[in-house]
């Protein structure tokens, strides 16, 4: 089912799928949307009531011009979701930027439950590839030109065959062209692409709130896995290392041959990492 979702004037789009089973929301990464979930779905919503919204900017969702975009935003968006479709508890699938987001929401879950405010719940998070620790996190090129001085100009120039070269690249078996050229439709409706320097601002968020969001995932009371593509060149086995040096207890599920999409590359694999997490470490 396809639906709107107002935030702060603009309306965001939410894919849901399932109608019955525990609450799972899925967040997903840059410069994509919540289709990228969909080699997995099917067998999602088999299980699980699903939420797969396109965060504001990205896919279907309104692209304001001059909004000020930032991973904070982005989980008030997610909580607000949540508290709209009365979801007290929450699973969360996440990937790339949604990692972010991700982290963001464990911090205020944390706080919450610290109060004892049980509103809003989060029972288990499962992260795939991203930059939870920024110092192993490498930015493509083109992501660092334009986060910077030049970025405004830069946005305004992307084409179709830079986007697309720059998406294939953090694959090792890229998506069929059909599927990249939807993903740059998406991306460039009405003019969304104008906003990638605005968007790219999670990079110094990373780093500004470092301390934050690692220190949420270095003794998590939520149930915490990270499936990760090794080969990846953005968060792959640096960030795979990081994951098992400062995680107390750390469960990774690492993939070798796999890049930065391992729900798009190996579907099969990772969502029997994902529902193996919760036959055997998530409470239902």
Not at 27 to 44: C, E, K, Q, V, Y
């Amino acid at each position: 089912m396809d639906s709107w979702y107002p935030h702060r004037g603009h309306r965001v789009y939410v894919r849901e799928e399932g109608a019955a089973g525990p609450d799972l929301l899925c967040l997903h990464g840059f410069p994509t949307s919540g289709r990228d979930w969909r080699a997995i779905m099917p067998a999602l919503r088999t299980r699980f009531r699903v939420l797969a919204p396109d965060m504001l900017g990205f896919g279907r969702s309104a692209k304001p011009r001059h909004y000020p975009y930032s991973i904070l935003d982005q989980a008030d968006l997610h909580e607000n979701l949540l508290r709209a479709k009365g979801i007290r508890r929450a699973h969360l699938l996440a990937h790339d930027y949604g990692d972010s987001v991700a982290q963001e929401l464990l911090v205020r879950a944390r706080a919450r439950a610290a109060a004892g405010d049980h509103s809003l719940r989060l029972a288990s998070v499962c992260l795939l590839n991203g930059g939870l620790f920024p110092e192993a996190h490498h930015p493509l090129i083109q992501q660092r030109l334009l986060a910077g001085p030049l970025g405004p100009a830069l946005s305004a120039l992307t084409t179709e065959t830079l986007f697309t070269r720059a998406l294939s690249s953090v694959f090792i078996d890229p998506p069929e062209p059909a599927e990249l050229r939807r993903d740059w439709l998406l991306w460039c409706a009405r003019h969304g692409h104008r906003n990638t320097h605005r968007l790219l601002g999670y990079l110094a968020e990373r780093r500004r709130y470092r301390a934050r969001w690692v220190g949420v995932l270095e003794n998590s009371a939520v149930p915490l896995r990270f499936v990760c593509g090794l080969a990846d060149p953005v968060s792959g086995s640096d960030m795979a290392d990081r994951y098992r040096l400062l995680v107390s207890d750390p469960d990774l599920v690492a993939f070798p041959d796999v890049g930065h999409y391992p729900q798009l590359e190996a579907p099969g694999r990772t969502l029997a990492a994902f529902l193996d997490f919760h036959d055997t470490r998530v409470d239902p």
